[in-house]
């Protein structure tokens, strides 16, 4: 049970309410989205957890890890996709 005062929430998390998030996988990320570095929740380095599941976004702004997806899914309700449609271009360029 994840309480409203974790210290997770402190981080800039409050735009992912109701989110509609891909997953993927660590490996995924770093060859992809290397400016995607941490989860957004807790920090833990995404080089460090290569083979875990990783939930992003669909504009790619953030990455979450497993544990916090699974902490905070009831508290954020997200959406969870397929993850077949993860646009990488998306953030080339940016
Ligand atoms: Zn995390």
């Given at each position: 049970m994840v309480e409203q005062d974790?210290?997770?929430?402190?981080?800039?998390?409050?735009?992912?309410?109701?989110?509609?998030?891909?997953?993927?996988?660590?490996?995924?990320?770093?060859?992809?989205?290397?400016?995607?570095?941490?989860?957004?929740?807790?920090?833990d380095s995404v080089n460090d957890y290569r083979h875990q599941h990783w939930y992003i976004p669909i504009d790619l702004s953030c990455c979450i890890c497993e544990n916090c997806?699974?902490?905070?899914?009831?508290?954020f309700m997200w959406k969870l996709l397929d993850g077949w449609d993860i646009d990488w271009e998306k953030q080339q360029g940016v």
């Open positions: 974790d210290w997770r929430l402190l981080n800039d998390v409050e735009q992912l309410k109701g989110q509609y998030l891909n997953p993927t996988d660590g490996e995924d990320i770093f060859d992809n989205a290397p400016h995607l570095k941490h989860c957004i929740f807790c920090l997806y699974k902490d905070f899914n009831d508290m």
